[in-house]
């Protein structure tokens, strides 16, 4: 009877090892189709941190295991807006990769989908902020992708360091910007085929609700032979940065333009 306990031992071992292995495969099969890369890292935090190369996996194409994009090196999980971003969707084209300055600058060509932001103006660095924002409160953060704007152990790198840095020069910029808006509200303006064009100014003219009418100027930027035309407050019309439009009276709330 010693071989029918060895044989039915032997069983018991076979087939727990069959099992052992069925599952660990399953298991396996389960992770790689779930976790962002078997040999992507986690931070302290449990932040995902991927390589380009394990990014541009997350591209929405066939056999690709879910849809992530990056912007400012923040990498976000928009498989639930397949309809824009699989492909077939309008925004493709961000995904499986870092395409900053797009965002910003709707080129969308090869030349635009890239994170190199240096030509970027202050009050785009805010627009980018804001897309952020979008993405934050949209869809699901997934951690940061290693690269221009953060290194292999997820700290920012001295182009994230200034990117945040020009975030904040960019609110102060939009900040002036409404002050000066406040200040020296936009004309109205129109244009008609038999008289031509004018400006003109109004107690609510460019959107901005006052007590004073005020009267068309040509505003120029320190530096700059580009101006704009602004509604001008009695007591500012001495202003440096001031023109009168030519040919129109001192004190009329509209002029003629070509």
Partial sequence: MAWLKIFVVSS?????????????????????????????????????????????????EDGSPG??????????DVTKGEKHYGKDGHYHFFTGKDASKAFVSGDFSGEGLIDDLSTLKPEEWVSLEEWIGFYEK??????????????ENGN??????????????GHKVKEQSKKELEHFP???SEWQADKGGRVYCSELSGGIQRDWIGYPRKLYQPGSTNHRCACVNEKDLNHPHLKPYDGC?????????E
């Fill in 138 to 151: 949209t869809y699901t953060y997934v951690g940061k992708v290693i690269g221009r704007f953060y290194d």
């Fill in 186 to 188: 936009p004309c109205n």
């Fill in 156 to 169: 920012p790198t001295s182009h994230m360091l200034e990117a945040d840095e020009k975030i904040r020069e």
């Fill in 12 to 60: 018991v071992v076979a087939l727990a090892s069959i099992l052992f292995y069925t599952r660990s495969d399953c298991f396996s099969s389960f992770f790689d189709k779930t976790s962002p890369s078997t040999s992507s890292r986690r931070t302290g935090n449990e932040q995902v941190l991927l390589t380009q190369e394990q990014l541009a996996r997350y591209n929405g």
């Fill in 249 to 257: 009276p001192d004190r009329s709330h509209s002029c003629v333009t």
């Fill in 67 to 76: 849809i992530y994009l990056a912007i400012l090196g923040k990498v976000f």
